[in-house]
């Protein structure tokens, strides 16, 4: 159980694209979704915080017109990068979570996103 | 704001050694949690402790918390190469999101 699947797993495209990625909660309702950004061989960076039905709340230094998060669903929360340029390229990963804050997170797979 | 450390950053074993990687944060946490990442995989939760000075154990693996409930450990007895992976801790400081430590990578060497 609690599988999360993230969609799709790699990207590389010119930059100025915007890339949507998708993380979706299949077996659970996932109250909340977490986004990461992991460099090479470094930890997890938080970016945000999203929880069904209201706004993402972002982590210091995140810009949140650049990376637009929607969670419009249980299963369901979306991240895109608008405008990507190349420092943008990197390891995104989600996770989700059900119920409270202590709980357990599952995490994607993963999209490594390439700015050309 | 808080901050979570974890050392050693690197650890090298001969295949049926132990291992422990020691997690450290700034402040008081209500929960922590470990996870495991195979390289080029992504976390994988492996236990939570909440209880002050508690002890869990799976299989060869044992997690520890602090009395002060500021630091926590994983210790691995007699590593396998399937053990080979970063090991992350992360703490919860009271109703706040969970915070990631920089990870420990653990090679076994066969």
């Known amino acids: 159980g609690a599988v999360v699947s993230q969609h799709p797993s790699w990207v590389i495209c010119k930059s100025g694209t915007s890339v949507k990625i998708e993380c979706r909660s299949l077996d659970f309702q996932a109250t909340t979704m977490f986004w990461y950004r992991q460099f090479p061989k470094q930890s997890l960076m938080l970016m945000a915080t999203?929880?069904?039905?209201?706004?993402?709340?972002?982590e210091q230094g995140v810009e949140k017109d650049k990376f637009l998060i929607n969670h419009a669903s249980l299963t369901l929360s979306t991240l895109t990068v608008t405008s990507a340029h190349p420092e943008d390229s990197s390891f995104y990963i989600c996770?989700?979570?059900?119920?409270?804050?202590?709980?357990?997170?599952?995490f994607g797979d993963g999209t490594r996103l390439s700015i050309l | 704001g808080q901050q979570v450390m974890q050392i050693p950053q690197y650890q090298h074993v001969q295949e049926g050694e132990d291992f422990t990687t020691y997690c450290n944060s700034s402040?008081?946490?209500?929960?922590i949690q470990w996870y495991k990442q195979r390289p080029g995989g992504h976390p994988v939760f492996l236990i939570q402790l909440v209880k002050s000075g508690e002890v869990k154990k799976q299989k060869r693996l044992t997690f520890q918390f602090g009395e002060a409930k500021k630091n926590s450990s994983l210790h691995i007895t007699a590593t396998q190469t399937t053990d080979v992976g970063t090991y992350f801790c992360?703490?919860?400081?009271?109703?706040?999101?969970?915070?990631f430590g920089p990870g420990t990578r653990l090679s076994v060497l066969p």
């Open positions: 996770s989700a979570s059900s119920g409270l804050s202590n709980q357990p997170q599952h």
């Open positions: 992360a703490g919860l400081n009271y109703g706040q999101n969970f915070v």
């Open positions: 999203s929880n069904e039905g209201s706004k993402a709340t972002y």
């Open positions: 402040t008081t946490l209500s929960n």
